[in-house]
């Protein structure tokens, strides 16, 4: 009680009292009171208990009965891009093409964007609009002739630009399609505007790069609306939201909101470097998975191995059921995998590989193995980000390996209304088998994907918990003995992808001697009706002691 790891007392900056801490520690589940310095948690216990370190000095908050859970760490999002899209015409909300080439011009007017520059905007989905197909040129162009349009799909892996973009980048009839991307073209041969996977790079590569401050101010905006929601570390693929792929730009934004204290949140970076000469200029930069400190760090590689089930491009081991003959789009061949991962492996670099298909986590598992029969090192925390479409053997590899399994139960929202149209019934039985991880001990994080789902994590949470959507569809939730407690959820939200990053010891519960990352909740998730999650807000959140949100201040 009341000491720090060097045994002596310590002034106690801000004692937090009357709280209901939920502390994910399984010695001391629960605690009325903890007592915080130097970033600290420094003593938890009873009031009373805590209460007596109290000095002339000692800020003291009452929680008034509120629940605390330590910080939530998305394990992993794009915040560059979530910042980005904060900016951006934001097209999800939209029924129909029409509704949203109106939205399109009142964006532009509103923006008083100058005709020239580009309009950018993300989250339209053919599944929800009215005519039920993919934009094309012809639809943006009702939009506006003369600024360059791009607007990415809600999957992030399909994109559509309009004439004047194309014309732009020099996009036409001759163009090659890229390697791993396609253009699709119309009857006469001619681009569509609609650009998939790698083919998206062709436009992007025209847009021009965000300068410093704006990147900067991109991230502190996107920060405090993790803030907000209780979020207080991230781990983030951000080296490919500048059209220019510049990675020194990422870091160096981030290592200078860190030196001027201005980031409330701890950032874990998720390197995204697709080719050998990337991964390359990189580690000669001398960038290792650990470096940096406990509020920027680089993480693993990551790297996409295919791409959606909404675009169907996941790489299945058989092909869609609603779309036979395709079975979906391999980022790498299996050599190309092995080379980068192994590579990475043997520098020093933790891998995190995105793959929702069967096939393509099949090829994963495989490098993986070929990186260990090369390299032996105990525990690398190999991870599998999304691992949508399991099967029965993919599953006993996880139990097996140990590889972490980055789930994101947001994406049911969307998913569940789909996984048996693409896979049929049978195949589907075997997805998303959250619960199934979580009981054969696999280390489970979850997720978020934002600006492709949802940033709060209640949303997350009830997902989850319930299985369902957030109309609560449907009644009892969809394959519901995956559901997950609402302990085992919130584990893996915090100590789950605290371990993702090695930083288990750090963070991720509320013990003496871990940073003091703290969420005030407005309800208790282990009380409220498992429906209501998604409607629990955050009262205040702490970042290493201080607190970087109040809903009071807020309004
Ligand atoms: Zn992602």
Not at 387 to 414: D, H, S, W
Not at 440 to 465: Q, T
Request: glycine letters at 8%.
């Amino acid at each position: 009680m009341g000491e720090n790891r060097e045994g002596k007392m310590s002034v106690m900056e801000r004692i937090l009292m009357n709280g209901h801490f939920v502390t994910m520690d399984p010695q001391r589940p629960k605690a009325e009171a903890v007592a915080l310095s130097k970033g600290k948690i420094v003593a938890l216990g009873s009031r009373e208990e805590v209460m007596t370190l109290k000095t002339r000095d000692t800020e003291v908050v009452d929680l008034r009965g509120k629940t605390v859970v330590p910080g939530f760490n998305d394990s992993h999002l794009h915040l560059l891009s979530f910042g980005m899209s904060l900016e951006r015409f934001e097209c999800s909300t939209f029924r129909s093409i029409d509704q949203l080439v109106e939205g399109g011009r009142l964006h532009l007017e509103n923006h008083q964007i100058p005709a020239g520059q580009w309009l950018l905007g993300r989250g339209w989905n053919s599944l929800t609009l009215e005519e039920g197909r993919d934009l094309t040129r012809h639809d943006l162009d009702r939009i506006s002739t003369r600024h360059p349009i791009f607007l990415t799909r809600i999957c992030g892996h399909i994109a559509a630009a309009n004439t004047k973009a194309l014309e732009m980048a020099g996009i036409n009839r001759e163009t090659p399609r890229p390697a791993g991307g396609h253009i699709d073209l119309d009857q006469e041969g001619n681009p569509l505007g609609l650009f998939r996977e790698n083919a998206r790079s062709l436009i992007q590569a025209v847009i021009p790069v965000p300068s410093p401050d704006q990147i900067k101010a991109m991230l502190l905006r996107a920060g405090k609306v993790c803030a907000g929601y209780g979020i207080t570390s991230v781990q983030s693929d951000d080296f490919e939201a500048l059209s220019g792929k510049d990675f020194h730009q990422v870091i160096q934004a981030y290592q200078a909101l860190v030196t001027e204290g201005n980031l409330p949140i701890r950032v874990y970076e998720q390197c995204l470097l697709p080719d050998m000469d990337q991964l390359n200029a990189f580690l000669e930069a001398g960038w290792r998975t650990g470096v940096g400190d406990e509020y920027f760090k680089i993480g693993p590689l990551k790297l996409l191995t295919d791409g959606s089930l909404g675009a169907r491009t996941a790489l299945l081991s058989e092909p869609y059921a609603d779309d036979p003959g395709n079975c979906g789009i391999a980022v790498f061949s299996q050599e190309e995998l092995d080379r980068l991962v192994v590579r990475a492996h043997q520098a020093g670099m933790q891998v995190a590989l995105h793959a929702i298909g069967d096939a393509a986590m099949t090829m994963c598992f495989k490098s993986f193995e070929a990186a260990q029969q090369h390299h032996y090192k105990k525990n690398p925390r190999f991870g599998i980000i999304h691992l949508q479409i399991t099967t029965e053997a993919l599953l006993k590899r996880f139990a097996k390996t140990g590889v972490i399994a980055y789930a994101e139960p947001v994406c049911l929202g969307n998913d569940l209304h789909m996984v048996e149209q693409r896979l049929g019934k049978e195949r589907a039985e075997k997805t998303y088998q959250y619960r199934r991880l979580v009981d054969d001990g696999v280390p489970v994080c979850l997720s978020s994907d934002s600006p492709v789902d949802s940033i709060n994590p209640m949303i997350s949470l009830h997902a989850a918990v319930t299985r369902q959507d957030e109309q609560g569809f449907p009644a009892g939730g969809w394959l519901p003995r995956q559901k997950l407690t609402v302990d085992q959820a919130l584990r893996a939200m915090t100590l789950g992808s605290a371990y993702a990053s090695f930083e288990e010891k750090l963070k991720g519960s509320i013990e003496p001697g871990k940073v003091a990352d703290l969420a005030v909740l407005s309800e208790d998730p282990f009380r409220v009706p498992a429906e209501e999650l998604q409607h629990i807000t955050v009262e205040m959140t702490f970042m290493n002691g201080k607190m970087v949100y109040s809903c009071q201040q807020d309004s």
